[in-house]
């Protein structure tokens, strides 16, 4: 077998090349479309989130905290690659940034400093997590192990 294609070693079948993944796979426009909808997403959550956490401190905390965690995972599992949950998280931070900007006239939407930093590391925090976590398993996958 010198020449020609490759072969399995055990059933003789033709080896398959892996698709590409991650940057190296072609551009797919439904993909882009698909995490400029989560950046989107991630932006209005990042409103709603520091709207509900000035006016109910403890509780609208957590209630944004939650939103956010939600959508990052949620796009993670849609997409099923880690910038699934970067798409929604950079939305959200442009436009918590965007807030923090203030008016001239000197008001802001942020209520109190400790709960917009709460918000700030929470959410980054929340992003992280979901963009690092390990793949899920696939559904109906062989582990390896014979007679499971």
Same mark, same amino acid.
């Given at each position: ?43 209005? #959550?990042? =409103?709603? @989130? ?6 109910? +401190?403890?509780?609208? *905390?957590? /209630?944004? &905290? ?31 940034? #965007?807030? =923090?900007? @203030? ?6 939407? +942020?209520?109190?400093? *400790?709960? /917009?930093? &709460? ?30």
């Amino acid at each position: 077998m010198s020449g020609g294609k490759q072969r399995q070693p055990r059933t003789g079948a033709s080896v398959r090349e892996p698709a590409p993944t991650g940057l190296a796979a072609p551009l797919n426009p439904g993909r882009i479309g698909a995490y400029l909808g989560l950046a989107v997403l991630g932006g209005l #959550v990042g =409103l709603a @989130g520091a709207l509900v956490q000035a006016a109910l +401190f403890p509780g609208g *905390l957590l /209630l944004a &905290l939650a939103a956010c965690a939600g959508l990052f995972y949620g796009g993670r599992l849609l997409i099923r690659t880690q910038i699934g949950a970067l798409a929604p998280a950079a939305g959200w931070l442009i436009s918590v940034i #965007v807030l =923090l900007g @203030g008016r001239p006239e000197g008001d802001y939407v +942020f209520g109190d400093e *400790l709960g /917009l930093t &709460l918000f700030m590391l929470g959410g980054m925090a929340v992003a992280v997590m979901c963009a690092t976590m390990s793949r899920s398993p696939q559904q109906g996958a062989d582990n390896g192990r014979p007679g499971k």
